[in-house]
């Protein structure tokens, strides 16, 4: 009887984690390649976007350079792909670019999280733009921005003029910005509430921002997964979650400081899903001489 016993708690046990699962659609991502990013000097990548079969990159310690991907066989290198000055540079305050994407002409828009604000780089960096006022009050009207060091981060351009824009954490939340009118629309919305529960210690959060469709997937950098937002009347919902988390806490990737999940930039295509680390200069436990980012690529779940 007390097998028997067991084996139903056991059967329970498991079908109450299956039901979880369905519930919200938990997919583990299939770890394709795994790269290091090489720069010169320390660099935090923040950010990831594809144009015309090229990726890009900012860094939160480069106020005026967009990053080019250059792949190797076993490394990726960065190079400078655009030099720029942001119009009313002061050099005593940081811009600190949190996120990038680009329009249908190659253009880009940089997140700068200690501005909290949009800047415009035109593709060949001729022409430079702050394309919204602080968005800092239109935030903090919901709450966000309530901590220093966790404003904007991620952003992804939804269709043209239609830009989106993540609040890092506590709380964390989403800012949508319509370039349409001579004065820009802003709306902001607190998601603070997560659908799956966090680690001990961890503040829900989320990072890099990628968009197709309409659709818009955004990385939880704490839950070390990607999952889609749905918008739901006067809010937007989470859907499905795609888990990346058995492949950066693998003892191969895994680096020394566990405190809070490491990737900062998301890019997808029909094939793969594209993930950037920014290791803020920590050595992979594995390598303790190796201070690199890590690039991942990943099948993408159809």
Not at 81 to 104: N, R, T, W
Not at 256 to 266: H, I, K, P, V
């Amino acid at each position: 009887m007390r097998k028997l016993a067991w084996i139903n708690s056991l059967i329970c046990f498991l079908f109450i984690c299956i039901s979880c699962d369905e519930q919200t659609n938990v997919i583990q991502l299939e770890l394709v390649k795994a790269l290091p990013v090489e720069y010169r000097e320390p660099v935090e990548p923040s950010g990831l976007v594809n144009y015309e079969g090229e990726f890009f990159t900012v860094s939160d310690d480069h106020d005026n350079q967009i990053f080019r991907l250059v792949f190797h066989e076993e490394k990726i290198t960065l190079e400078t792909h655009l030099g720029f000055v942001a119009p009313d540079y002061d050099k005593d305050q940081k811009m600190d670019f949190e996120g990038i994407d680009c329009d249908s002409g190659g253009n880009f828009y940089l997140a700068s999280e200690e501005l909290s604000s949009v800047l415009f780089v035109s593709n060949d960096g001729s022409q430079l733009q702050w394309k919204s006022p602080s968005l800092r009050p239109y935030g903090e009207e919901k709450g966000l921005f309530a901590l220093q060091n966790a404003n904007l981060e991620g952003i992804t351009l939804i269709r043209e003029n239609l830009v989106v824009l993540v609040a890092e954490r506590e709380p964390r939340g989403l800012i949508e910005l319509d370039l349409k009118e001579n004065a820009p629309i802003v709306h902001a919305y607190n998601l603070d509430e997560p659908l799956i529960p966090m680690p001990k210690n961890r503040p829900p959060d989320f990072s890099g921002l990628y968009s197709e469709n309409d659709k818009i997937y955004v990385l939880q950098r704490a839950l070390h997964c990607v999952s889609q937002l749905v918008k739901e009347g006067e809010t937007f919902k989470e859907a499905k979650f795609w888990s990346f988390e058995n492949t950066e806490n693998d003892p191969e990737y895994i680096y020394s400081d566990t405190r809070y999940g490491l990737a900062e930039g998301l890019f997808m295509d029909d094939r793969y899903v594209y993930i950037i680390l920014d290791n803020d200069g920590n050595y992979r436990n594995a390598y303790p001489s190796d201070m690199r980012p890590l690039f991942f690529i990943f099948e993408r779940p159809h």
